[in-house]
């Protein structure tokens, strides 16, 4: 179980500073992110990739950085805050 814990945490960590570097390449350059170009986004509501770099960084990013945190330090919900901020990647990917 403790094999299981820990691998959690690394996905979670892992997932989280990923994240947060890319919301901030977003935030920080919402034409062209990362050399990202807006064409991808002509079908979508947006414009640039500022909105979805802000949820990408709070959302995704320093959530799954607190699910990390609260598997790791064994809160008391912490399967509850995991299986949140997976599902939210989960459905971050399929949009």
Same mark, same amino acid.
């Given at each position: 179980? +403790? ?9 979670? /960590?892992?997932?989280? @500073?990923? =994240?947060? /570097?890319?919301? *901030?390449? /977003?935030?920080?350059? !919402?034409?062209?992110? *990362? ?6 986004? +002509?079908?979508? !509501? ?5 909105? !979805?770099?802000? %949820? ?9 950085? =607190? /699910?990390? @945190? =609260?598997?790791? @330090? +064994? ?14 990647? %989960?459905?971050? %990917?399929?949009?």
């Amino acid at each position: 179980m +403790k094999t299981i814990y820990r691998l959690l945490v690394v996905l979670h /960590a892992f997932v989280g @500073l990923g =994240a947060v /570097a890319g919301g *901030m390449g /977003a935030v920080l350059n !919402p034409w062209e992110p *990362m050399g990202a170009s807006t064409d991808i986004l +002509k079908n979508s !509501p947006f414009e640039n990739f500022l909105i !979805p770099g802000i %949820i990408l960084l709070v959302v995704i990013g320093l959530g799954n950085i =607190a /699910a990390a @945190l =609260a598997v790791l @330090l +064994k809160t008391r919900f912490q399967g509850y805050v995991s299986s949140v901020f997976s599902w939210a990647l %989960i459905i971050w %990917i399929i949009v």
